[in-house]
Every structure is written in structure tokens, then in C-alpha cells.
């Protein structure tokens, strides 16, 4: 039996959330508080308490399994998804809407209709703000907790940020040398800063000659790691000097940088991800740019989509990393180790986005087949 859960009442009709039923029998057995019982009629809520998983871990990530799963249209490419500080919402970007639901049973809250593609989304350290950036070129930010009687967010600014369309966005954290401010990175070659608040814009970057895909702050909020081409390259926030840069033989797409500071990982065209430490970015006086350490696994089709690394993600203590690959896996990998621990076919259409809830005991992916998956570690 497969129960169905129809959640939400505004929008676009909202979509079933369908749990993994020999996942929930293992759940019931060993943990028999994770999950309330579960009946086949329409509308019913199937709940289980993301706070009664295990914290996810080099030692339990080859115990994933789906927990649940949201079905959207098939034309509904999944391409972001942003979970809140608190771990409470989730935000998700699938075909031209922007979607909330609440983690603890999958409810849907509140649904935007934006009218074009959606490639990131980000909430304020604070978890007071949601921003969007997607393929019309604009940036919209949202005051978070406000969800109208009607089930719509209140959306508090839009900002023409990139003519050609936008790929990533990140929040600064709040001890940043500019306090919480917002950069986007853009098909016109250009990483530009916000405030939030006002939608001032403070400043931007040049990223180089290509489009920028990806960006990072490190923890301090310090500096910006800006993806263009087959470069990284690391820019003070303020004063936008390059402070470092690496190189690849291959174009690159995804970027994350470790909780403490001490990774930098970027996912490639070339299904491979590569790791370098920030002191190992070439400086003036190098004689040359340190080879960065690889991570096979990825196997999709060299030349096509299937071969890009999307996205990748450290966990909330940076012992493990994950990637979204187009060969429609989600892979986890041990920072200690550097070795692959455990693979998901998750998405028959290619994974495109992944991300950890903060507490680290969910794992979510997005895929271009048009469904959200939900994994953890069972018990």
C-alpha cells in the first residue's frame, strides 16, 4: 500500500507527498514514536518527526533510505531547495513556483508563482527573509514568517539583479565585514551585493569572461568564492580584490566551502569533484596553481548535462559532502577519507539539488524528473 498525503489549499493544485512504506515499517518497529499511523484516504496527513532520526554521519550514510517524497508536475524541473535555520520550512523551487512546507509533516504552507525558472534559493541567517534568484534576471526576497490567510508570502522586494538571468545567491553570515547582505551571481559575468532590507545595491564583482554559476562566503563572511569558467577565485567583500585563485582543466559549476572554513569543493562538467584548501589559492609570487584532490564516482555522459555536478553541499559539522549529479545520483563522501560512502539513485532525470536540515538528521534532493526526496538514516 502506498499512502498518499494532499497538502496545502492555495495555488496550483498541491502535490502528494508519498512515503517510502517499508522505510515507515522499519521506523514503527524500531523507533515507534517517528511515525503516527497511516491511512489510504484522500487528504490524509502522514506525519513522521524529523527530530527522532539520527544525526547523519560517515557512519550511518550507507543506511539512507527515502522517507517521503513530493510529486510535481513532470515538466516541473526541481532545481533549489533551502531549508530555514530553524529547520522548520523547507522552500522549494519546481517549474515556474517557488513552494514552503512545513518539515515536521510535509504540509504545504504557502506557494509563489514567480513565472520563470528558480536556480537558488537562500534564507537570512536569521531566517526573518527568503530570496530567490531566477532565469528572468530579478531577485525577490520575502519577509519569511508571513504567510497571508491566503497561503501567499508576502513578497517585500524585487530586484532586476542580473539582465541575463541568475544562478546562485548567498547570505553572509551576520559577522561579515558588511553585516547580512545578500550576493547574487549572474549569466552577465557579475557577482553583485545587496541589502536586504532596503534592496541597495552595494557593490559588485567581475567574475571574469563566463557566467557565474556558483558562490560561496566562508564562514566569517570575509570573502566571496566566485565560480567562472575553469577558475574559483576568492575576492575580499569590500574592498572586491582577488585574494586567491584556483584552476581546473575543465569548466566548473557547483561550490561550497566547509563549515570551518578549512574545504573549498567544486563540482564539475566533467562528473569529477575537486577539493582544495583556501591557503592552497594561487597568490602573486606562486610559480604555479596547486592540483586540487579528485572524487570519482559521478558517471553520466561526458558533453551533456549528464556529466555536470550541480550542486554540492557539506554537512552541518563538515564530516561528510554530498553531490547532486546529472547521472541522477546523490552521492556522500567522507571528508576524513575522501571516500565515496554511499550512492542514492535518486532522480531519474538527473539530480539537481541537495541540501542537509540543519540539525543534519534530513537529507533532501531535487531532480529534473519533477520530484523533492526526502532520506534518512533509519535506526
Wanted: charged residues 15%; hydrophobic residues 45%; proline residues 6%.
Amino acid at each position: 500500500m502506498t499512502a498518499y498525503c494532499a497538502c496545502g489549499a492555495s495555488g496550483p493544485e498541491p502535490h502528494g507527498v508519498v512515503l517510502n512504506q517499508r522505510s515507515l515499517a522499519w521506523v514503527s518497529i524500531l523507533v515507534s514514536a517517528l511515525v503516527f499511523i497511516i491511512q489510504a484516504v484522500p487528504a490524509t496527513r502522514a506525519q513522521f518527526s524529523p527530530a527522532m532520526l539520527p544525526v547523519i554521519t560517515p557512519q550511518n550514510a550507507a543506511a539512507l533510505t527515502q522517507l517521503a517524497e513530493v510529486s510535481f508536475g513532470p515538466w516541473d524541473l526541481v532545481m533549489a531547495v533551502a531549508w530555514s535555520p530553524d529547520g522548520k520550512n523547507l522552500a522549494v523551487s519546481a517549474g515556474d513556483w517557488v513552494y514552503i512546507y512545513r518539515t515536521q509533516d510535509w504540509q504545504q504552507l504557502s506557494t509563489v508563482e514567480i513565472g520563470a525558472l528558480t536556480h537558488s534559493l537562500a534564507y537570512s541567517p536569521d531566517g526573518g527573509r527568503l530570496a530567490a534568484g531566477s532565469r528572468d534576471g530579478y531577485v525577490r526576497v520575502w519577509e519569511a514568517g508571513s504567510q497571508a490567510a491566503s497561503g501567499q508570502a508576502s513578497l517585500a522586494l524585487t530586484l532586476q539583479a542580473h539582465r541575463k538571468g541568475v544562478n546562485s545567491l548567498a547570505f553572509s553570515p551576520s559577522a561579515g565585514p558588511l553585516g547580512s547582505i545578500l550576493a547574487s551571481g549572474g549569466n552577465d559575468a557579475v557577482a553583485r551585493f545587496w541589502d536586504p532590507g532596503s534592496g541597495e545595491n552595494l557593490g559588485l564583482m567581475v567574475g571574469g569572461t563566463f557566467a557565474v554559476p556558483s558562490i560561496a562566503f566562508t564562514p566569517d563572511g570575509s570573502q566571496l568564492a566566485v565560480t567562472n569558467g575553469d577558475r574559483i577565485r576568492l575576492r575580499e567583500v569590500g574592498s572586491e580584490r582577488i585574494v586567491g585563485t584556483f584552476a581546473s582543466d575543465a569548466p566548473l559549476y557547483s561550490l561550497a566551502i566547509s563549515p570551518l572554513g578549512n574545504w573549498l569543493a567544486v563540482g564539475g562538467s566533467d562528473n569529477l569533484i575537486r577539493l582544495w584548501q583556501p591557503e592552497q589559492a594561487f597568490r602573486t609570487g606562486q610559480q604555479e596553481y596547486v592540483e586540487p584532490l579528485y572524487l570519482t564516482g559521478h558517471d553520466g555522459r561526458l558533453g551533456t548535462f549528464r556529466s555536470l555536478v550541480w550542486q554540492v553541499v557539506f554537512s552541518p559539522a563538515g564530516e561528510l559532502l554530498v553531490s547532486a549529479g546529472g547521472d541522477g545520483t546523490v552521492r556522500l563522501w567522507s571528508m576524513e577519507t575522501r571516500e565515496l560512502l554511499s550512492t542514492l539513485d535518486a532522480h531519474s532525470g538527473g539530480a539537481a539539488c541537495v541540501a542537509f536540515s540543519p540539525d543534519g538528521r534530513t537529507l533532501v534532493s531535487g531532480g529534473l524528473d519533477g520530484f523533492l526526496r526526502v532520506w534518512g538514516a533509519i535506526p
